[in-house]
């Protein structure tokens, strides 16, 4: 990418400004407050845009600072650059009102998209982090921000596994684990709800073995009652007999019960007096006869008054009796009490035995918590063997990395420092003919060329589009000899350079070098 043309039509202190940019390098020299930063800030904006901050951090953001003095509604630019073969021109309104970008290839009149990303595109996935951690490199931002540490990983892992830079394996390892997460809590909840479930069968078989326990104590009770009952009817049965066989005679044997005088008896004392009125004479006969009529009368009156007294008092015992026995309970309900008490300790028996069957199945792994699992350690797997992966090709990145870095740095120091190496943390440590060097232990000039070279190298990894290198008051601290190397190494290795500075010695440096460049005076 190479950028011909800033026009600045109200940005900061700025209206109507064009700004013509050249292959090569670009020096643009001006006094302090003369609008470098301003400059600066609009090609970045141009590029990636200008976001308001909310509520108090608005007030001292980029895009208040740049807001234009005159005219603020109106706040916009247009930036011109080649890719490729074709030229494109980028218009953007920054104010909140209109806010707009549009993106346009002036060979074909094409309008592209910006919000689709067809500008990120054309910058060959250059965002705003890694501009400002690569190419545009000022005297206060020289070292890299902790962020490009962790995109350098997640490129690493992209781009030496599959060869393209665009898919995301950080971010697949990412999903991994929230996917973990997901499976983790899922069979969490599911040992929750298999615990809640447990408390409440636990409960429920505590009742039922109450249950059961009372109506076995029940079932119990009433069958030593209803076996004492039947025991002392059997008993009293018995007894009725004994005394009904006890009190009877040979009469009483024939006597139906119901009859209290047997007819037969009428018709024996009947015989009994006509044979004594025959067999003796008179009036002996008829004394025998009246004194047998009175016999056989004083006998009828006995058996009618011991009938009489049966009749009375025997339904008199058996009332007493089964008033009595209606108190306590009477048999047959006895035997209905304890059917029922059976019948419904059996069922609570079969419910009991139930609810240990559904314990011990909750104590069993089920399908579902096995599925859980086997996906939690087939997720954990593949995290581990693409962290493993990742790792790997973090070392091969470290390599790539160091070797162009060291390139870079040998050709910028003249050969003082062949080899430059860095940690997992991009801290740098710098190889001599003779021993390693910490970064710690050079001068700040010699600091400032290893981080613009780690940046190079960085840059080259990360974009495939080659970007203008941007450096605003970036050699401060190099002296001649060190500001000539790494102005060659630029003009050497890179398509497009800007540089802003307040100062005269990178020009007479240059002039002094036959450097060929181009200036604009602020």
Not at 354 to 363: R, Y
Not at 464 to 474: Q, R
Not at 480 to 495: A, F, S, V
Request: net charge negative.
């Amino acid at each position: 990418m190479q950028i011909n043309e800033l026009l600045l039509k109200n940005f900061g202190k700025f209206h109507d400004r064009q700004i013509d940019l050249d292959e090569g390098i670009n020096l643009i020299h001006g006094e302090n407050e003369s609008g470098k930063s301003t400059i600066h800030t609009f090609i970045r904006g141009m590029l990636f845009g200008i976001e308001r901050g909310r509520g108090r951090a608005a007030q001292n953001d980029t895009f208040s600072i740049y807001e234009p003095w005159g005219n603020p509604n109106y706040y916009s630019g247009i930036l011109k650059f080649k890719s490729g073969e074709k030229h494109f021109r980028i218009e953007r309104n920054f104010d909140k009102y209109s806010k707009k970008a549009e993106l346009i290839c002036e060979e074909d009149g094409e309008v592209l998209s910006v919000e689709d990303g067809d500008l990120q595109m054309l910058l060959g996935e250059m965002d705003a982090e890694r501009y400002d951690n690569t190419v545009s490199m000022s005297q206060r931002n020289a070292q890299m921000g902790e962020s490009i540490v962790a995109e350098l990983k997640n490129y690493a892992t992209n781009y030496y596994t599959s060869g393209n830079g665009e898919i995301d394996l950080a971010g697949a390892l990412e999903q991994l684990r929230g996917r973990k997460k997901i499976l983790e809590n899922e069979i969490r909840m599911e040992m929750a709800q298999k615990q809640q479930k447990r408390e409440k069968l636990e409960q429920e078989v505590s009742f039922v073995w109450r249950d059961v326990h009372h109506l076995e104590e029940e079932l119990e009770r009433v069958e030593e009652e209803l076996a004492y009952r039947l025991e002392k009817e059997e008993e009293k049965k018995k007894e009725r007999q004994r005394e009904e066989e006890h009190g009877k005679g040979v009469m009483d044997e024939i006597r139906p019960e119901k009859w209290r005088i047997h007819p037969m008896e009428l018709l024996v004392f009947a015989l009994v007096i006509v044979i004594a009125v025959i067999l003796f004479s008179k009036p002996w006969n008829y004394l025998i006869a009246i004194v047998l009529f009175l016999a056989f009368g004083l006998y009828i009156w006995n058996r009618m008054k011991v009938g009489k007294k049966q009749v009375k008092t025997e339904p008199e015992i058996i009332l007493e009796e089964i008033t009595q026995e209606e108190e306590k309970v009477p048999i047959e309900k006895l035997r209905w009490e304890k059917s029922h008490i059976t019948a419904e300790l059996k069922e609570k028996r079969i419910q009991y035995d139930n609810l240990g069957e559904q314990l011990a199945e909750l104590d069993e792994v089920n399908e579902r918590s096995r599925e859980y699992e086997l996906k939690r350690q087939a997720v954990q797997m593949a995290a581990d063997h693409l962290e493993q992966l990742s790792e790997e090709m973090r070392g091969y990145l470290k390599r790539d990395l160091n070797e162009k870095a060291s390139s870079f740095i040998c050709e910028i120091t003249g050969g003082k420092y062949k080899k430059l190496v860095t940690d997992e943390k991009l801290h740098v440590s710098l190889m001599t003919d003779e021993k390693r060097v910490e970064i710690e232990q050079v001068s700040r000039g010699t600091v400032e060329q290893v981080y613009l070279a780690l940046r190079m190298a960085v840059g080259e990894l990360l974009c495939e589009e080659e970007m203008p290198v941007i450096l605003d008051d970036a050699f401060a601290y190099y002296d001649e000899e060190r500001m000539l190397q790494t102005l060659r190494w630029l003009k050497e290795h890179k398509k497009q350079v800007i540089i802003f500075t307040c100062q005269t010695r990178e020009e007479q440096v240059m002039k002094e070098a036959g450097l060929v460049y181009h200036k604009i005076e602020l």
